[in-house]
């Protein structure tokens, strides 16, 4: 619990680093999903997106920069399709591409980077402040800066965006 606390307390003072704007780059199998794949026998059919995170997103994109990245090439026309619903856009970028672009966009910004692969562990290392839901992969917990009580698809990013909407003190409500 005490430990818990004072990692709250460390993203807080993080995130109040006005030095810089923040960047926040979602991976979103497994952040802004469950990480589940339904397929048929024409292919992939289904993701699960949570219902919260919108409105956090929405709220947080008033403050900060908002980027989405996925390497599934497969499910890149399903994904796409929401992450225009909800106002933003979605690049592809390759796990083994993602230090490279968060060292790329650290010039200009703070980047607050949120994956949960095993894949995304030297990026989530390379972010100013990382995070990966509580239902990440072990390895990428462990090297977070932050471990979210929420699981991807079940509220992840919201718990994220109000972290940062709370530090700054913003108005939420």
Known sequence: MQIRFLKIL????????????????????????????????NGKYSKVFGSHDADALKLLSKFAQIQFITADKRGFDLTTHRIQDMGFSLSLVEPSDRVDLIQKLQV???????????????????????????NAHVLARKVSSYVLESKGGSGAVAEVCLL?????KRNIF
């Open 108 to 134: 200009e910004n703070n980047i607050a980077y949120v994956a949960d692969s095993f894949t995304d562990c030297r990026a989530l290392i390379a972010a100013n402040l990382s995070f990966s839901p509580a």
């Open 10 to 41: 460390l993203v807080n003072r993080k995130f109040r680093n006005k030095n810089r704007k923040w960047l926040f780059i979602f991976d979103v199998d497994g952040v802004l999903t469950d990480g589940k794949f339904t397929y048929t026998e």
């Open 164 to 168: 940062y909407l709370l530090a700054n």
